[in-house]
């Protein structure tokens, strides 16, 4: 039974993931991609890219970050000299010349965030967002999907009304699944600290030590080549409402080919990782395991029916009665107990 569940868990989880890659059927408006120095977004961006890319989906890029056009890329905004009017028409002109489904990727929502948290700014974050997934009106169903990414080591500044919630929390609420992207060479130190009862090592800004950004992973080195990725922990919020968390892993090396919906899902459990996967429980000894023994440890004939013929001190009140009914005080008077039945009866 526990096989059987492991199984439907593996492939429900497989094409939930599978799906929003690919974008497909609106699986989520909105995908909020969690990063750090340790474990940049980019790997998970090309994949994003490539995917749409096999579909034939218009992919526009609204840079506030990079420089130059990625590959991949049919429509580059550059966001640092245009205001928040200019980069809404600009998607809008983008999303009316594609034919097909259209992909929105926004590489930092840092600086829209900052910009947001400052006392006199005029920027709504998620009105700003959402006016980006407007579909055009010769198509309306093809309505487009964004992917943007935030990177946690940057602060902020508090915000001017201390009630109002952060662009953080706000991002992580209008976000219709949340990927944070992890490093596996972090995972598996902090796993072997775990085994070890040690407490989990730091690396990085976590370190609090003086000139150092990005940490020393010294487990990089000993993974094969084809065991190398990044970790992805997935949050997504269903339309019922109901939420599912899942950890992934991201091969390094992805097929050259362009993906399709007949090639095999590259994308695995973090559980079916060779370095995470668990030991197989040991099977049960059979008769012709025991055969070289020097001893019995099977029972005869007659030490099984002795051990049938026992009788444990009320068994029958347990066998009849069963779990569940509440409890039940059982006791046998003896030739000493005063038993008065007016005081029973009170």
Request: hydrophobic share 35%; aromatic share 6%; proline share 8%.
């Amino acid at each position: 039974m526990a096989h059987t569940n492991s199984s439907h868990r593996r492939t429900h989880n497989i094409l939930l993931i599978s799906k929003l890659l690919n974008q497909r059927e609106g699986a989520s408006p909105f995908t909020l991609v969690l990063d750090n120095l340790e474990q940049p977004a980019k790997p998970l961006l090309k994949e994003f890219i490539r995917r749409a890319n096999s579909s034939k989906s218009h992919v526009v890029f609204l840079a506030f970050e990079t420089a130059r056009t990625p590959p991949g890329i049919d429509t580059f905004i550059p966001c640092w000299n245009k205001n928040f009017q200019q980069i809404v028409q600009a998607v809008r002109s983008a999303i009316t010349s594609a034919v097909k489904r259209c992909l929105i990727v926004i590489d930092g929502l840092n600086a829209l965030c900052k910009m947001s948290a400052q006392p006199r700014s005029t920027l709504d974050l998620t009105s700003f967002l959402m006016s980006l997934l407007q579909p055009p009106q010769q198509t309306p169903q093809n309505s487009p999907s964004l992917v943007a990414v935030y990177h946690q080591d940057m602060p902020l500044h508090t915000s001017a009304n201390p009630y109002s919630p952060g662009p953080l929390s706000l991002l992580e609420y209008s976000a219709t699944t949340i990927m944070t992207v992890h490093s596996l060479s972090i995972l598996l130190a902090e796993k072997q600290a775990k085994e070890k009862s040690l407490g989990a090592p730091s690396f990085g800004l976590a370190e609090q030590k003086e000139g150092l950004v990005v940490g020393l992973k010294p487990q990089a080195r000993s993974i094969p080549s084809d065991q190398r990725g990044i970790v992805i922990q997935l949050e997504h919020r269903r339309r019922s409402g109901r939420g599912l968390l899942e950890w992934y892993f991201l091969p390094q090396r992805l097929p050259s080919k362009p993906y399709s919906a007949s090639s095999k899902e590259p994308v695995l459990l973090l559980d079916d990782h060779p370095l995470f996967r668990k030991p197989e429980l040991v099977p049960e000894t059979t008769d012709q395991d025991l055969a070289g023994v020097t001893f019995e440890l099977n029972l005869t004939t007659r030490q099984r029916m002795e051990r049938d013929g026992v009788v444990l001190p009320y068994f029958d009140a347990q066998k009849a009665g069963g779990g569940g009914e509440g409890g039940r005080i059982l006791y046998d008077m003896g030739a000493e107990d005063d038993f008065d039945e007016e005081e029973d009866e009170i």
